[in-house]
């Protein structure tokens, strides 16, 4: 059975066995302050934005921020670190002049975009060894991050007013079409005022002619009956009633006939009369619907160009940063820290093992007995 761990024991192995400790101790932090010291600085320049609710939103809207709202402006951590810019900003500041890393890798350790959690805030940091340079990249990136997002504003606006100047330029093409027919259909309703002094004299007309017809008739009957009752044997008087008669008869015949050309005549000028102002209550119609569709047009427009760039998110920067006066790295401090607690940690492993080692019992090697094998 293995013997119970001693603590005083151990702690006495490692109070004799101090300075060991204290030589790796000595030695990790020398040999990471000299590296530190070798190492070369590195400064992180820092700028922040502030990404600002559209201007034409409500102001209450703005201040009762939801998590998911908060969680969408990520999206502006991928604008600002795109390739574009950052390429930019290699090609203007010369930042691959003395390195033959590529532009992801370069990117990765030079620029750093995040939004502060649960903040409308984006920090851009650039970190390089020119503290000045630094701020310049880090300075340059967020002004190009806000041209670009104004830019995409921009674009997206134009593309709505393009759309809507399309729009209006055919509902101007419909309401000079319509003013066009509307205009043509009145100059056809002005002759109707004469188709309807015509209709009026026809009326009159068949009145008349109606009248004359029975006035005719009459006379005929008349004439019938008071030939019936003429006593006299005189041929030539009954020949002349005769004739008389015959011609009344005509006559009526012939009113008759021209009242039913009259009519037929009537009838087809009231059609044409009908039709007329159908086609002007159409064509008014028409001109008036085009009418209110320009004018909706006109003013969809004209609310797209006075609400252009006000529609997204804007970018603002909120502290242009200065350049840092202390490197970022290497941090000594951090770095002894570490090598500290790490050359502890090795002393202390290595006299616990040392002490396992040391207290194991060494069990006594028993003589072996040769034995002749059975035959």
């Known amino acids: 059975m293995p013997d119970p761990f001693d603590g005083r024991q151990y702690l006495s192995h490692i109070r004799s ?38 201007a034409g939103s409500d102001v209450r809207a703005s201040t009762a921020v939801s998590p998911v709202y908060l969680e969408s402006l990520r999206t502006y951590e991928h604008l600002a670190s795109s390739d574009q810019i950052f390429a930019k900003a ?24 995040s939004i502060v959690r649960n903040t409308k805030v984006m920090e851009i940091t650039a970190t390089l060894p020119n503290p000045n340079q630094a701020h310049d990249v880090a300075l340059f990136v967020a002004e190009r991050t806000i041209k670009l997002n104004r830019e995409s504003n921009r674009a997206d606006d134009e593309e709505l007013i393009a759309v809507a100047r399309t729009g209006l330029d055919e509902a101007t093409r419909r309401l000079a079409a319509a003013g066009a027919a509307f205009l043509e259909a009145r100059k056809r309703a002005s002759s109707s005022e004469a188709l309807r002094f015509e209709l009026d ?89 085009a009418r209110a569709v320009r004018e909706q047009a006109q003013k969809r427009l004209l609310e797209l160009q006075s609400a252009s760039g006000l529609r ?35 002393a202390l492993l290595y006299l616990t093992i040392e002490f396992g080692l040391r207290s194991a019992p060494v069990e006594p090697v028993g003589e072996r007995r040769w034995v002749a094998p059975r035959t």
Do not use: C
């Not at 400790?21 to 922040?48: D, E, F, H, Q």
């Not at 290699?90 to 975009?113: D, Y």
């Open 17 to 54: 066995r101090w300075r060991l400790a204290a030589v790796v101790l000595a030695t990790a932090l020398a040999s990471t302050l000299i590296i530190s010291l070798l190492l070369p600085k590195k400064y992180t320049a820092r700028v922040l934005l502030v990404i600002e609710p559209p």
């Open 90 to 113: 290699a090609e203007r500041f010369r930042l691959r002049a003395n390195t033959s890393k590529p532009l992801e890798k370069l990117k990765n350790e030079v620029l750093r975009v």
């Open 201 to 289: 004299r026809i009326g009159d007309l068949r009145i008349e002619i109606a009248r004359l017809a029975l006035t005719s008739e009459l006379a005929a009957a008349d004439e019938e009956e008071r030939r019936k009752t003429v006593l006299t044997a005189d041929g030539t008087q009954i020949e002349g009633a005769q004739s008389h008669l015959q011609s009344l008869r005509n006559r009526a015949a012939r009113l008759r006939r021209e009242e039913a050309n009259l009519e037929r005549k009537s009838a087809d000028m009231q059609k044409s009369l009908a039709s007329r102002e159908a086609e002007l209550q159409a064509s008014e119609t028409e001109f008036d619907d």
């Open 312 to 346: 997204g998110e804007r970018l603002n920067i909120l502290d242009p940063g200065v350049p840092p006066e202390r490197p970022s790295s290497p941090n000594i401090p951090l770095n002894l820290f570490v090598a500290g607690a790490l050359g502890l940690l090795l």
